[in-house]
């Protein structure tokens, strides 16, 4: 079992900046790929980035590519998202999650393949 806890989000102008904080508690973090997802109003969750568990590659949606940056620190069990020049439809709240996936290909961009998720944190954009 993972325990998954998200800090950093908030409201922020158009243009501005936020770094967002997963921690996570239970089995050995090193080993789980990591994604963040995000679910604006009225929509499903949809992916945004993931990081592999043994090199540190990276997937990220189109959306975000050249403004967000995934990381990982595996000695303090902690993924972060860095978030720079963010947009009003950037608004949503963000989830981190978990997944045991042993091979780093495109299905670590999927909900489906995820096993475990934060409670999520509230990024608000404005114009």
């Known amino acids: 079992q993972v325990q998954l806890a998200e800090s950093g989000g908030g409201l922020v102008q158009a243009g501005g900046s936020l770094r967002l904080a997963c921690v996570a508690s239970?089995?050995?973090?090193?080993?789980?790929?990591m994604g963040w997802f995000r679910r604006a109003p009225g929509k499903t969750r949809a992916f945004v980035a993931s990081?592999?568990?043994?090199?540190?590659?990276?997937y990220y949606a189109d959306s975000v590519k050249g403004r967000f940056t995934i990381s990982r620190d595996n000695a303090k069990n902690t993924v972060y998202l860095q978030m720079n020049s963010l947009k009003p439809e950037d608004t949503a709240v963000y989830y981190c999650?978990?997944?045991?996936?042993?091979?780093?290909?495109?299905?670590?961009?999927?909900?489906?393949?995820?096993?475990?998720w934060g409670q999520g944190t509230q990024v608000t954009v404005s114009s």
């Open positions: 999650a978990a997944t045991s996936l042993r091979i780093f290909t495109v299905q670590a961009m999927a909900v489906s393949a995820y096993d475990y």
């Open positions: 239970g089995r050995t973090f090193s080993s789980y790929v």
């Open positions: 990081i592999n568990w043994s090199d540190d590659s990276t």
